[in-house]
T-cell receptor
Framework: DAGVIQSPRHEVTEMGQEVTLRCKPI?????LFWYRQTMMRGLELLIY????????DSGMPEDRFSAKMPNASFSTLKIQPSEPRDSAVYFC?????????????FGPGTRLTVL | AQSVTQLDSHVSVSEGTPVLLRCNYS??????LFWYVQHPNKGLQLLLK??????LVKGINGFEAEFKKSETSFHLTKPSAHMSDAAEYFC??????????FGSGTRLSIRP
């Protein structure tokens, strides 16, 4: 059975370009999380959706970042314009139920490099 | 404020010997605590979680952790390390007040 699917797996772009990361959660899961992982800051929760509604976006760094979940099977994280400091691995995770305390299933991540 | 401290950034053990990965938490509230494992180029996978039931929690792959409130610790142990245990391990805390917080991670290496 398919786990959380993320695309692309690797993205290299130039500063100022728009970047869109995509995530397909596990079927039947109704919570979705976006994380960023860097050496300096470790793993940080960016935003969390429940039933396609953003519940907590307090971790979104700034207005350049936006996330959407138009339906239960798809979510995007967009960075516009991108900056070198956005370089990181971005993970999407999904879970059953509401709340970060439930077991989260992580995708393989998207490694973003902004030159 | 809530925080999670993983006391070792890197632990190296020989195959077949015990594993101890240390985690201390601080929280004004009784947190839920988790251990996740991340293999190279993969996402995180839940090993085990504590949610105020039994203080000794058993997880997958022979791992277990003990919640010690008096020491504010939640150390991860395994009696006998296997080569496949080499990975990064994250201690994670959640409370309704402070949300989810990840420790900085401990890289576990296994010597043949």
């Amino acid at each position: 059975d398919a786990g959380v699917i993320q695309s692309p797996r690797h993205e290299v772009t130039e500063m100022g370009q728009e970047v869109t990361l995509r995530c397909k959660p596990i079927s039947g899961h109704n919570s979705l999380f976006w994380y960023r992982q860097t050496m300096m800051r470790g793993l940080e929760l960016l935003i969390y959706f429940n039933n396609n509604v953003p519940i907590d976006d307090s971790g979104m760094p700034e207005d350049r970042f936006s996330a959407k979940m138009p339906n239960a099977s798809f979510s995007t994280l967009k960075i516009q314009p991108s900056e070198p400091r956005d370089s990181a691995v971005y993970f999407c995770a999904s879970s059953v139920g509401q709340g970060e305390w439930n077991e989260q299933f992580f995708g393989p991540g998207t490694r973003l490099t902004v030159l | 404020a809530q925080s999670v401290t993983q006391l070792d950034s890197h632990v190296s053990v020989s195959e077949g010997t015990p594993v101890l990965l240390r985690c201390n938490y601080s929280s004004s509230y009784s947190p839920s605590l988790f251990w996740y494992v991340q293999h190279p180029n993969k996402g995180l996978q839940l090993l085990l979680k504590y949610t105020s039931a039994a203080t000794l929690v058993k997880g997958i792959n022979g791992f277990e952790a003990e919640f010690k409130k008096s020491e504010t610790s939640f150390h991860l142990t395994k009696p006998s390390a296997h080569m496949s245990d080499a990975a990064e391990y994250f201690c994670v805390s959640y409370s309704s007040a402070s949300k989810i917080i990840f420790g900085s991670g401990t890289r576990l290496s296994i010597r043949p």
